[in-house]
């Protein structure tokens, strides 16, 4: 069935069929976009990387339940944390986001799961074998509903955009490349690429990228440092650079350095030795006058391929505003509504306003999004002509 003609006036004044609005999905986000998000929730930083790690946590003892594989939990993890950039945390359960991430990466990744299935191994965790429930147990009934609601707003959160990065793979092969133990440094590299998804990286950073850096790490962890990886060597033939994996370590570092108690490489050494490890990298980082976060701007807005309405990305308003939304200027004081993305249409207008007719295409590809943009700009394009048009006057009688 089409979708309906919608009318609406746009803020070029124009009325008439909405051209609808295009989303244009966006693999990658800089640590600059990421932190807006961030503070665009209102949430403070303690609790958002609390909930973070919680629910990453979560995930991850859900799917070793389940017997579910590692690709799974990287798609899973990745949508998680899109879905609480595009969205404000503090309107939707925790369990319930991870819980819908689980089961949109098992349907992505053709590892069939119900999401009864998912919450009952997931609550059977906490209980003695004897006390266990079964999937079909009336509790997990609202639960269940309430995932699969969330599920549509996960892949719109992700502009429907299944490409999807799996490190270990990568990993492995570097490992052998270089020669390695399997069996420790390949063992502690391995276990380093899970952990590496409770931070930001996977959504900032390529696959060679968070290879290389799980690679290094576990070398210099367990005293084996490999000298062509450090020294750079190689980086081209991954398109990647030195600053991009020094991010990424200093990513790991500090996640094993404050939350040691979320991961699994992070227990298993003593803290004075990811504390030497990160001052070896600092003054290297110092030396070759790297950034903390690459790709950072300075520029308080960023617009990509013409669109303002990107994947996993929302424009924020300046600090110096009230984060209540226009709609809810009535709202009592306080009380904050979900924060969404700007919609721009086809022809590159804003929307006012209550507006929300129109139909929201999501597309990979930003040339083509950017061609139609042009394409259907022509048509609501407002022309106007002057005439001069001389006019005899009559003489008075007198």
């Known amino acids: 069935m089409a979708p309906t003609q919608a009318s609406g006036t746009l803020d070029n004044g124009h009325v008439g069929p909405h051209p609808s609005f295009i989303q244009v999905a966006k693999p990658y986000l800089f640590e600059q976009k990421i932190q807006e998000c961030v503070a665009a929730t209102g949430a ?16 991850d003892s859900a799917r070793r339940a389940l017997h ?59 209980l003695a074998p004897a006390e266990q429930l079964s999937p079909d147990d009336p509790i997990f009934e609202a639960p269940s509903a309430r995932i699969i609601g969330l599920e549509r707003m996960m892949l719109e959160a992700s502009g429907f955009d299944f490409r999807n990065r799996y490190p270990q793979k990568l990993l492995l092969k570097l490992a052998r490349y270089y020669h390695v133990d399997r069996d420790t440094v390949g063992k502690t590299a391995f276990n380093i690429s899970l952990d590496l998804y409770r931070t930001f990286a996977p ?7 968070m290879a290389l850096a799980c690679v290094e790490l576990s070398g210099r962890l367990l005293e084996q440092n490999i000298q062509e990886i450090e020294a750079s060597k ?19 570092l500090d996640l094993y350095t404050h939350h040691r108690a979320f991961t699994v490489v992070g227990q298993e050494h003593a803290i004075q030795t990811f504390i030497d490890i990160r001052i070896t990298l600092n003054q290297e980082a110092l030396a070759n006058k790297y950034l903390r976060h690459t790709n950072s701007s300075t520029k308080k807005k ?9 994947n996993g990305t929302k424009d924020v308003k300046p600090a110096t505003k009230s984060p209540t939304s226009p709609r809810d200027s009535t709202a009592p004081k306080g009380s904050r509504s979900p924060p969404s993305s700007v919609q721009v249409t086809a022809t590159g207008a804003k929307i006012k306003s209550g507006l929300k007719d129109g139909t929201v295409r999501f597309m990979l590809d930003p040339e083509r999004a950017r061609d139609e943009k042009g394409t259907v700009a022509m048509y609501f394009k407002i022309e106007e002509e002057e005439y001069e048009v001389e006019v005899e006057r009559e003489r008075r009688r007198g």
């Open 44 to 59: 403070a930083e303690a609790k958002e990387v609390t909930n973070r790690m919680q629910g990453i946590a979560w995930i």
């Open 234 to 252: 190689g980086y081209k033939k991954w398109r990647t650079s030195r600053p991009e994996v020094m991010e990424t370590l200093l990513d790991l």
């Open 68 to 126: 579910l594989p590692v690709r799974t939990y990287n798609t899973a993890a990745v949508y998680f944390h899109k879905f609480r950039l595009h969205e404000d945390s503090e309107f939707f359960n925790l369990i319930d986001s991870a819980g819908a991430a689980l089961l949109t990466a098992c349907k992505i990744e053709d590892t069939l799961k119900k999401s009864k299935e998912i919450l009952c191994a997931a609550h059977n965790l906490k």
């Open 302 to 310: 960023s617009v990509a391929n013409g669109n303002k309405a990107i």
């Open 203 to 209: 959504v900032k950073q390529t696959t060679p990228t």
